[in-house]
């Protein structure tokens, strides 16, 4: 069936550096690609999201990178700060109704 | 602007007890909604979505149950709790038009205990 992989599972950077994780989807019909944060204890929310007619949306120190044709797409974050700490999650949406999920990286900010 | 909100925030109920957790929407017409639920330290599962009153399409075989009886009111329901139903229960809308996917915006969670 359709599935989304994120890598890596956990993610620990020095304040200031940069942070990357990558997910990669399987259905080839999917156009819809949104990177969700979750605080502990928290609602997962919306960060920012890419549509497969782009390859690349910044949103001050975030920005997501879209390859449709290898089927996989990258969070950035720059500059990173403690706030930053948290769970990510990527999904991916095509025609129906649904989003799948990867299973989420943890990022944790080093002082 | 669009709101959802969430009841009970917490809930701890034995097993083999009933359930009854309520999603409702502001500001919006004829929203997609959707349950997940996120067992501790986990991902997202979706357990059901609903693109219409009365339409709900379930994702994974098991004793709860989902109803929508208003446009913005979606309703997640058990008979009867088991321990593993233990979990963060999220619900979600989306403003989507046709049927291609769109943003979707969790409401605070209702966090459930089984003992």
């Known amino acids: 069936g359709e599935n989304v992989e994120q890598h890596p599972s956990t993610l620990s950077v020095q304040e200031g550096d940069s942070a990357v994780i990558k997910c990669t989807y399987s259905?080839?019909?999917?156009?819809?690609f949104p990177w969700y944060k979750q605080e502990l204890g928290k609602r997962p929310q919306l960060i920012i999201d890419?549509?497969?007619n782009v390859g690349e949306k910044k949103d001050q120190r975030i920005a997501v990178t879209l390859n449709k044709t290898a089927k996989h797409f990258s969070l950035h974050i720059t500059e990173t700060q403690p706030e930053d700490s948290a769970v990510y999650f990527c999904a991916s949406g095509g025609s129906n109704y649904q989003l799948i999920w990867g299973a989420g990286t943890k990022l944790i900010i080093k002082p | 602007s669009q709101t959802i909100h969430q009841w009970p925030a917490t809930l701890v109920q034995p097993v083999g007890s009933p359930l009854s957790l309520e999603c409702t929407v502001e500001g919006t017409s004829n929203p997609n909604l959707y349950w997940y639920r996120q067992a501790a330290g986990r991902g997202l599962q979706l357990l059901f979505y609903s693109v219409g009153i009365g339409q709900i399409s379930s994702e994974v075989p098991q004793n709860l149950s989902a109803s929508r009886p208003q446009d913005r009111q979606f309703i997640l329901s058990s008979k009867k709790l088991l321990l593993s139903d233990s979990g963060f229960y999220l619900c979600?809308?989306?403003?989507?038009?046709?049927?291609?996917?769109?943003?979707?915006?969790f409401g605070p969670g209702t966090r459930l205990t089984v003992t």
């Open positions: 890419i549509r497969s």
């Open positions: 979600a809308w989306e403003t989507g038009t046709g049927t291609y996917a769109y943003e979707q915006y």
């Open positions: 259905d080839s019909a999917s156009n819809y």
